[in-house]
């Protein structure tokens, strides 16, 4: 079984920085995609950033410029640079892997974090 487990949350106050982690263990041949998503309560879970085991990147629009995010292949770990952080980044957020199990075949199994809390003062 895959966990992803997530820390570096908090508290901080607005224009501040914090820097979010998401180590993968378990049994596994490969991770594709790794990603970040956010969520406020009464709201649907929305996409952060993304990036692929080759390295490219996407991010949502309310974010360009002031995350970042990257990963160690290694360490199976992807990270989340938040700098310049305003209150409207307030949620929880999640982290998500693309696990593929096996050599054979390319079908890929989503997993997700527990999610770890961000809140930003003003």
């Known amino acids: 079984q895959v966990q992803l487990v997530e820390s570096g949350g908090g508290l901080v106050q607005a224009g501040g920085s914090l820097r979010l982690s998401c180590a993968a263990s378990?049994?596994?041949?490969?991770?594709?995609?790794m990603g970040w998503y956010r969520q406020v309560p009464g709201k649907q879970r929305v996409l952060v950033a993304r990036i692929t085991s080759g390295g490219s990147t996407n991010y949502a629009d309310s974010v360009k410029g002031r995350f970042t995010i990257s990963r160690d292949n290694a360490k199976n770990i992807v990270y989340l640079q938040m700098d310049s952080l305003k209150p409207e980044d307030t949620a929880v957020y999640y982290c998500?892997?693309?696990?593929?199990?096996?050599?054979?075949?390319?079908?890929?199994?989503?997993?997700w974090g527990q999610g770890t809390q961000v809140t930003v003062s003003s």
């Open positions: 378990g049994s596994f041949f490969s991770i594709n995609a």
């Open positions: 998500n892997a693309d696990i593929k199990y096996t050599v054979v075949g390319t079908t890929t199994t989503r997993i």
